[in-house]
């Protein structure tokens, strides 16, 4: 693993790379005139919570192995790291999943108030968009950017995995006309019905977010198409990948580091991996998950090694 | 006003450019494979619950009124009136204004509940900027339009303006850096202080949002520079107009026609202008508001008399 990120030719690590994000963090949540204080210190709260930044980290690597600056896409980092920031505030709100905790802080709307939290969550979903169009350069890629990250956090996306997780915790099988795209694995489990739904469900609520990283990514850098394919694909696999981890670190994981209480999803009877499949299936498909999108970016060479070592490092990770 | 708004050169009048935007909200939220159905049936729910469609009208009065084809205006016209009912859907919820009627009908987390009214919220404003992004060309005028969009709506415009709303309801004196930009209405009243403070929220709840809409339909017509501060500054005009319009009929209106309770805000003690300056002053105000509006479009000519049209509706309105 230290082998994979250590400096190649002078270029930053993905330590540096977390920094320069959070750097730019910083910069786009800066007072100005307009701004209320209580609302933008509510949005710098959970965005300075802090976490992997693996989204964004993976908008700067995925460009960075097309041959882009990496420099170049700081806005789509910080862009998607928040509407991820976002999608928590509201996920954790009483009327969803009432979480008072998030990485061992209380929660925004623990630490502010309901409706500080639902305008904080707004805007920075708002900011996202506004940070797009104001700094990626050229417009034909500002407005690919664009499209990929709303298609990807919308009602298709994102926004639609926490109804149906919602509906599915509901006991109510979520109706949807389609159930997302099958990468397979539902062909071959024990309960192939409860697996396509764990499936879709995630695919749509976390993998959606984590391709449009990729394609992002690529897009600044200016790939062709077809790259832009192979990171979709390489984005879809490590999503799914990250969530099966999610769900083994829920049982196996280390509550101090992890910031929440752990077990909680097998308490509340969610749908899991390793509660369908079993803990050691579960590793094995997230590990077959990782080395599928790792081939498949072979064709990247040498400059998609940094990327591979973060896929890698999804199945290794302790919190 | 029958004559403003009366046909001209065959073009579609008034009553059409709704039938047209609304058309296009029913496109737009078609079903589709990936979507949860109670997801879209909330978010049709909330945009289907009628409203006078003002901003999305707008959008293509002003693209008509710079000599474009206001067909091309369609999509920024749909963007907007789906953020403006996602902020009313997420204004209504109980931990903000806690609203039971919208309209005569049952607020969304009335008709659905709490968790699904935040999330239709949050899927119609991630939609707006993928519909601006998908269908809005050339892909400059795609990103302008994105970028007019996210700034009015966000912390800086609506949100901000919402929060600071909130906080003055609470008695709390919003903490802002700024003042938003004054008319030059503050100078002349009675509570300068607090007229100021209404005026500022305004400017940004309502105000920043309505200018938007003006300035997406100019750009969409390949506006030059000048034309799109002239359709701002008469944005601003109206937008105040409107809110001093809307204060007014809180207290004159009637309940049937609003479709929910009036003197609501007088009864909580909230700011309005008839409160801070009585109604004949504020009616005054309202006039000279949208008597400035028009004088600053006169450049357009002839093009310009059913915006022109528009903004007089908005003081002659009673509901």
Excluded: W
């Excluded at 979709?232 to 209480?261: N, P, R």
């Amino acid at each position: 693993m230290e082998r994979l990120i250590a400096p190649r030719k002078g270029r930053p690590v993905f330590g540096e790379f977390r920094k320069i994000v959070e750097e730019g963090f910083e910069r786009y949540l800066a007072p100005n005139h307009d701004c209320p204080v209580r609302l933008r210190e509510s949005m710098r709260y959970s965005v300075e919570a802090g976490g992997k930044r693996l989204r964004p980290v993976m908008v700067l690597l995925a460009c960075e192995a097309c041959g882009g600056d990496p420099t170049d896409a700081i806005p789509a980092a910080v862009a998607i790291e928040f509407i991820h920031t976002y999608s928590l505030i509201h996920d954790d709100l009483p009327a969803m999943d009432n979480d008072d905790l998030r990485r061992g802080q209380p929660t925004n709307h623990k630490q502010f108030d309901e409706a500080t939290a639902i305008l904080a969550g707004d805007g920075l979903l708002t900011l996202a968009f506004e940070i797009l169009a104001r700094d990626v350069k050229p417009a034909d890629v500002a407005v690919a950017c664009v499209l990929d990250l709303a298609s990807a956090a919308g009602v298709d996306g994102m926004v639609g995995g926490q109804m149906a997780d919602l509906q599915a915790e509901e006991g109510r099988e979520p109706r949807v006309e389609g159930q997302g795209h099958d990468l397979g694995l539902s062909a071959l489990g024990p309960e192939p019905s409860a697996l396509s739904q764990l499936e879709a469900i995630h695919l749509r609520k976390t993998g959606r977010l984590l391709r449009s990283a990729l394609t992002m990514g690529g897009r600044i850098a200016k790939a062709d198409k077809n790259t832009i394919e192979m990171l979709d694909h390489f984005g879809k696999c490590v999503g799914l990948a990250f969530q099966i981890a999610d769900d083994l670190l829920d049982i196996t994981g280390d509550e101090a580091k992890m910031g929440k209480g752990v077990r909680k999803d097998a308490e509340l009877g969610k749908l899991t991996y390793p509660g369908l499949l079993g803990l050691e299936e579960s590793r094995r498909r997230a590990q077959s998950l990782i080395d599928e999108a790792c081939r498949s970016i072979e064709p990247l060479g040498d400059r998609g090694l940094r990327l591979e070592a973060l896929a890698r490092f999804v199945l290794e990770r302790d919190h």
